[in-house]
């Protein structure tokens, strides 16, 4: 009898073994930009657009938060590291800048609460998705991202006419402004389809604009483009007419003479076109002509 109350009592102390966890990895892609030849000249000299070698955090949303970070090994964490609980198939949303919203449709809102007004300050915007599933104790995450922004460079320089008018002297330009652009916006990931043929189409854009100092201090210009030290400028898709000061325009402020310090400032609007798309590299040639320096 006391062995077999030994017994039972044995039996009723053991404990259940554990659920195995379901670990979870991510492999990472990059779609590049588009560059068109003819219109962006020397990007291998500016700042470097985000790549798959460069990428360094992300954030992914999949019924969890993660937060996915690259090691000095090359390899991607990701916090917390367990598959989430509640299905075998998951669809993730990944994302590098902006806010993942659960309202309604998939979505990231981007554009920051207060702008700063520095245009050193802009960041790529990538965005990736993927439906995946779990087996036994592992789940793969394979993430394609696609560039959600335009990368645009700018290059001034001033025409052969404008030298030969100034006769000897330096025409230094103080600063240079891109103004009325918009800046904020909501990317749904459900209308960027691989046979979507417009490039826009995950973005609703809100009518909110700003303005971004691409150069403040002193360039003096020759007759060769030279690029601006903003780099490029990641912006949200978009595109407007040129329509003087009522659509989006460079506001260039400069000077004539040997001590651009001592001289009259002059200020001159140029208005652009932006037809600017996700994924696209661009360049805007700031040509300083007669018409504008007098």
């Known amino acids: ?91 993730f949303y990944a994302y590098t800048d902006g806010r993942y919203s659960t309202d309604g449709t998939p979505h990231i809102e981007f554009g920051p609460a207060t702008v700063s007004e520095s245009s050193f300050h802009q960041h790529d915007l990538l965005v990736a998705k993927n439906t995946a599933s779990c087996t036994r104790d592992l789940g793969t995450v394979s993430l394609t991202f696609d560039h959600a922004c335009a990368a645009v460079a700018f290059y001034v320089k001033m025409s052969n006419k404008v030298k030969t008018n100034l006769g000897g002297q330096k025409l230094t ?35 909110d604009y700003t303005y971004y100092t691409l150069h403040d201090g002193n360039i003096d210009i020759t007759t060769e483009y030279q690029a601006l030290p903003c780099n490029y400028l990641f912006l949200i898709p978009q595109s407007r007419d040129a329509d003087d000061t009522n659509g989006t325009y460079l506001e260039v402020t400069y000077t004539i003479g040997t001590d651009a310090q001592a001289q009259t400032q002059k200020t001159v609007n140029i208005p652009i076109a932006p037809n600017w798309k996700a994924g696209w590299e661009y360049t805007i040639n700031i040509l300083l002509g007669t018409s504008l320096i007098k």
Request: charge should be negative.
């Open 1 to 91: 009898m006391t062995a077999g109350l030994l017994a039972a009592c044995s039996s009723d102390n053991e404990t259940q073994p554990e659920a195995p966890v379901r670990h979870i990895r991510v492999v990472v892609n990059e779609r590049p930009m588009i560059s068109n030849e003819a219109k962006v000249r020397g990007a291998e000299t500016r700042a470097e657009i985000t790549t798959t070698s460069t990428l360094k955090e992300f954030k992914m949303y999949g019924i969890d938060d993660f937060k996915v970070s690259k090691t000095d090994y090359g390899e991607w964490k990701i916090v917390p590291d367990a598959w989430p609980e509640g299905s075998d198939e998951v669809s």
């Open 173 to 207: 330009v103080n600063s240079i402004v891109l103004r009325n652009v918009n800046y904020k916006g909501k990317y749904y990931y459900n209308n960027d389809d691989d046979n979507n043929d417009d490039d826009n189409s995950g973005w609703q854009i809100d009518n």
